[in-house]
């Protein structure tokens, strides 16, 4: 297995721009994690899904922020409008879920809003 | 929810020294604490995990320990070298419903 996959990499955009942040989690892991990473607050939970539904969004920080999971195999992160304040690095984790509980994280995508 | 928080922020070894990271945590019933090595520019992969049921666990020259009464953990490492340097967090999850919360982590340089 490729492990956890996002796209892209790196992302510059301006201020304003719709931005998407896609995920691939490893096949047959049930729960799916979005968290973002900054030198000010480290990592944090944005959101958390559990077999393709959103369990908890409480670490979305505003109604900019939206995030998807259509299928078990496929995740999106939408920024709308992004802002500077957002620039950060977006980590996608996928865990097995029941008594594997250990998290593997993708590359992380590495947003630049100028 | 649960709040973890983690010391110090940056520390600075000599290799051949060991270095210890200290956590503590706020929900008792939490009762998975697991620890991630991410080094520069990569991503957080886990090195060691230990669960309430258990007091330590060592990997080589990891060891982590856990004190359930007190709500903290800790990550011990011995005869660092230089190849582990980079960030550590700490995180702790409880339940069915996995969902890491990760301490604010440490950046641990071992000079040469």
């Known amino acids: 297995d490729a492990g956890v996959i996002q796209s892209p990499r790196h992302e510059v955009t301006e201020m304003g721009q719709e931005v998407t942040l896609r995920c691939k989690p490893i096949s047959g892991h049930n729960s799916l994690f979005w968290y973002r990473q900054t030198m000010m607050r480290g990592l944090e939970l944005l959101i958390y899904f559990n077999n393709n539904v959103p369990i908890d969004d409480s670490g979305m920080p505003e109604d900019r922020f939206s995030a998807k999971m259509p299928n078990a195999s496929f995740s999106t992160l939408k920024i709308q409008p992004s802002e500077p304040r957002d620039s950060a690095v977006y980590f996608c984790?996928?865990?097995?879920?029941?008594?594997?509980?250990?998290?593997?994280f993708g590359q992380g995508t590495r947003l630049t809003v100028v | 929810g649960e709040n973890v928080e983690q010391h110090p922020s940056t520390l600075s070894v000599q290799e051949g020294d060991s270095a210890v990271i200290k956590c503590t945590y706020s929900d008792s019933a939490s009762n998975y604490f697991p620890w991630y090595k991410q080094e520069l520019g990569k991503r957080p992969q886990l090195i060691i995990d230990?669960?309430?049921?258990?007091g330590e666990k060592k990997d080589q020259r990891i060891a982590v320990t856990l004190n359930k009464t007190a709500k903290h953990f800790s990550l011990h490492i011995t005869e660092t070298q230089p190849e582990d340097s980079a960030v550590y967090f700490c995180?702790?999850?409880?339940?069915?419903?996995?969902?890491?919360?990760f301490g604010r982590g440490t950046s641990l340089i071992v000079h040469p």
């Open positions: 995180a702790a999850s409880k339940g069915g419903s996995y969902i890491p919360t």
């Open positions: 984790a996928s865990s097995p879920g029941g008594d594997r509980t250990e998290a593997f």
């Open positions: 230990i669960r309430s049921n258990v």
